[in-house]
């Protein structure tokens, strides 16, 4: 294949465009912000899970507790009723006496039983709704964290998509001035090997696989013609001479 020296020459600028593109591919998926929305969006799912527990206990506690208070009210208000028929003197029996009155006893132990469980339920309740406020602010602060890593790396983005805009086009414009056939073997060498096709010959090394030509091979490329597009025998990449070549 044969390409005027300027062309050959374009296409170490057009290279020169494609690895900073490809550093900026890589930039982007590689931004610190990436494990740090990860690792604090793992903290919030977990805190957000115990969260959801505590509240959950809190709200069984309240229903617990209004259960026992409601048992209290039943059990006062029966003693209450007992009590005032006692007092009223309208049972006359002794044994009916008797039986009441054990009844008011029995219902004093079992209203006092309850009410200590009230109280239980209460602590456990307060417990509950600490760790709630707790855990609520501990969420909110993660998610705090996560808003802020997630603008930092859309502002990033941002950045990075600007300059691959204004790289993609002085690409687009530097493609358009190579010949169609050197730039489909440029771009066919780049996708099979790495992301590089051209490379420039420098002190007699190419400078794409780093290795030194032999002497059989410098001669063969100072015996070519300026417009003859050469290749490395290593690497097989295009190689671009210029006045650094060392030929």
């Known amino acids: 294949m044969n390409a005027a020296p300027a062309?050959?020459?374009?296409?170490?600028d057009l290279q020169a465009l494609d690895v900073r593109l490809q550093q900026l591919a890589h930039r982007r998926t590689s931004l610190p912000e990436h494990?740090?929305?990860e690792a604090l969006t793992k903290d919030h799912t977990q805190l957000r899970d115990l969260l959801v527990a505590a509240q959950t206990e809190e709200s069984d506690c309240a229903r617990e507790q209004?259960?026992?208070e409601q048992d209290v009210d039943q059990v006062r208000q029966r003693a209450a009723r007992d009590q005032q028929r006692l007092d009223s003197g309208a049972v006359t029996s002794p044994k009916d006496l008797e039986n009441l009155q054990h009844e008011i006893v029995s219902l004093a132990k079992r209203q006092s039983d309850l009410e200590d469980i009230v109280l239980e339920v209460m602590e456990r309740r307060?417990?509950?709704?600490?760790?709630?406020?707790?855990?609520?602010?501990?969420?909110?602060?993660?998610?705090?964290?996560?808003d802020d890593a997630t603008a930092r790396r859309d502002a990033a983005f941002e950045e990075i998509d600007g300059?691959?805009?204004?790289?993609?086009?002085?690409?687009?414009?530097?493609?358009?001035?190579?010949?169609?056939?050197?730039?489909?073997?440029?771009?066919k060498l780049r996708a099979q090997q790495g992301g590089v096709g051209a490379a420039r010959l420098y002190q007699r090394t190419c400078q794409g696989c780093r290795q030194e030509l032999a002497i059989t091979e410098l001669n063969e490329i100072r015996a070519a013609a300026p417009d003859t597009v050469v290749r490395c025998e290593n690497c097989r990449r295009i190689l671009v001479r210029t006045a650094e070549s060392g030929l």
């Open 7 to 12: 062309d050959q020459i374009r296409l170490l």
């Open 35 to 37: 494990a740090e929305i």
């Open 66 to 68: 209004t259960k026992a």
């Open 126 to 146: 307060e417990s509950a709704q600490e760790r709630v406020a707790e855990l609520t602010e501990r969420v909110g602060a993660v998610q705090g964290k996560v």
């Open 163 to 187: 300059e691959v805009a204004t790289v993609t086009k002085e690409r687009e414009v530097i493609a358009g001035a190579i010949p169609a056939d050197l730039l489909k073997l440029y771009d």
